[in-house]
């Protein structure tokens, strides 16, 4: 189906050319579909619009003072000053009215200028009747008005504004006001794993214009979007348990939608199955603690990470995360410590704990070690720098055969507390077993000592 373009022209403060040449104030803007991220409005329909704009009056001149938006809309188009839902600047709402003239050109009239010279975010929202007819190419235009009602600068340019991914442009696309075919094939299955959740599956739509579908769960108690054409299968997760309904339909705009399908009824069992725990946790010393290292579970459900350290809770984590860090800034003592992250779904069931032992030593350990042993409790060396004390400086370990010849020279990156030796040489080759010497330097202040390779 053909699209129609509506172009939305926003004349204000770009290229603002004053004595000097210079634009002094400039801006750029976008606008939407209030509830929806595609640009596209139907036919014969009031739909809610919001303009947004990144006005910059840092280098405002005198008479550039805004107290007026004037919207000019094209024909076709019309608006109420009733139909004006406000302004806001950086989300906050600031006072001002609406006055309609014709139904075609809306000015909006601040109650106080705009006088300052901040870089602001400005939101004007209001509803508007589209016309009965296709029209192509149809253009808004804007103004920025002064004290004296003049007009301030030039078009406002198109581009990102709100910080949402959505229509950046001032550009709309008008379709004909005929809502898509109702969805067919529409299904709802309760989890038969433990889990509180209902799987729901239906056909896609062969409408070209539907850019996604809307589930309705218990009738309006919810409202699930999926904006995807192309989608099949939706997971509603943590479902209280009970009956429950669900039905679907197919939407071009959110005020362009098809019937809803059949109604399907399904009974959801209370949560008992256990979250699946955490991955790829990493325990690393630093200098300002010990660093706890995560990525999430796979589980949707989880709403808690909890992270211990023997029989002691160091903390819990309740944000959503794609990697998840916390810093054990406790002084410990040289000893073993077993760290584990546990996920919590919301109900409460507990997932296993992923565990990481750390050692803390004040000597090269494990010696003497293996460097073809699949352990690596036992397959590597790490020399700690409290092997020293509380000295300071740079962190480094130079390693020597027998006969005094340097065999590997590590170095510690900044925070780190420990270096580690996998038995290779410089050029990557495991050394033979025997006698090696070690000298570990912190500072200006360093002791050698000896490890034993055993292959």
């Not at 950046?168 to 094939?185: A, C, K, Y």
């Not at 032992?357 to 060396?381: A, G, H, M, Q, W």
């Not at 050394?431 to 002791?447: I, P």
């Amino acid at each position: 189906m053909k699209k129609i373009s509506i172009a939305l022209i926003l004349i204000g403060g770009l290229l603002l050319v004053s004595a000097n040449g210079y634009g002094a104030v400039t801006s750029v803007g976008e606008i939407n579909v209030v509830g929806q991220k595609e640009g596209i409005v139907p036919a014969s329909s009031t739909v809610p619009l919001r303009v947004t704009l990144v006005i910059d009056r840092s280098l405002a001149e005198p008479g550039e003072e805004i107290k007026t938006i004037e919207i000019t809309m094209p024909r076709g188009f019309l608006t109420e000053s009733s139909f004006f839902r406000g302004i806001s600047r950086d989300g906050n709402q600031i006072v001002a009215r609406a006055v309609v003239s014709g139904g075609s050109v809306l000015r909006v009239e601040l109650a106080d200028a705009i006088v300052d010279f901040q870089n602001s975010l400005y939101e004007i929202t209001f509803e508007c009747q589209t016309p009965n007819t296709l029209i192509p190419e149809a253009v808004f235009r804007a103004r920025l008005r002064n004290l004296q009602d003049g007009p301030i600068g030039e078009f406002i340019r198109p581009g990102q504004a709100d910080g949402k991914l959505n229509n950046d442009d001032f550009t709309l696309q008008v379709i004909p006001n005929v809502p898509p075919d109702p969805v067919i094939g529409f299904t709802a299955e309760a989890d038969k794993t433990g889990e509180n959740d209902v799987t729901l599956r239906w056909q896609k739509s062969t409408d070209s214009d539907v850019n996604g579908y809307l589930i309705y769960r218990d009738k309006d108690d919810s409202t699930i979007q999926v904006e995807n054409r192309s989608s099949t299968t939706f997971r509603d997760v943590n479902v209280s348990p009970g009956n429950h309904t669900y039905q679907i339909t197919a939407y071009k705009t959110l005020f362009l939608q098809s019937g809803r399908s059949p109604i399907q009824t399904v009974n959801v069992s209370p949560d008992t199955a256990a979250p699946e725990p955490p991955t790829m946790l990493s325990i690393i010393p630093s200098s300002d603690g010990v660093e706890v290292l995560w990525k999430p579970s796979v589980s949707r459900d989880v709403t808690t990470y909890r992270i211990t350290e023997g029989l002691t809770t160091l903390t819990e984590i309740n944000e959503l995360k794609t990697e998840y860090k916390f810093i054990d800034d406790r002084q410990l003592p040289i000893g073993s410590f077993t760290y584990a992250v546990i996920a919590i779904d919301e109900a409460n069931n507990e997932s296993d704990p992923v565990e990481k032992r750390l050692r803390i030593f004040d000597k090269p350990y494990p010696n003497p070690f293996t460097p073809l042993s699949p352990d690596e409790d036992f397959n590597r060396v790490v020399f700690p720098a409290r092997a020293l004390g509380e000295t300071s400086g740079e962190f480094t370990v130079l390693i020597f055969d027998i006969d005094g010849m340097l065999v590997k020279s590590l170095t510690a990156l900044p925070g780190e507390t420990e270096l580690i030796w996998d038995g290779r040489d410089e050029s990557g080759e495991v050394v033979e077993s025997g006698v090696y010497v070690y000298q570990l330097q912190v500072g200006e202040s360093f002791k050698t000592g000896t490890l034993i390779v055993a292959k």
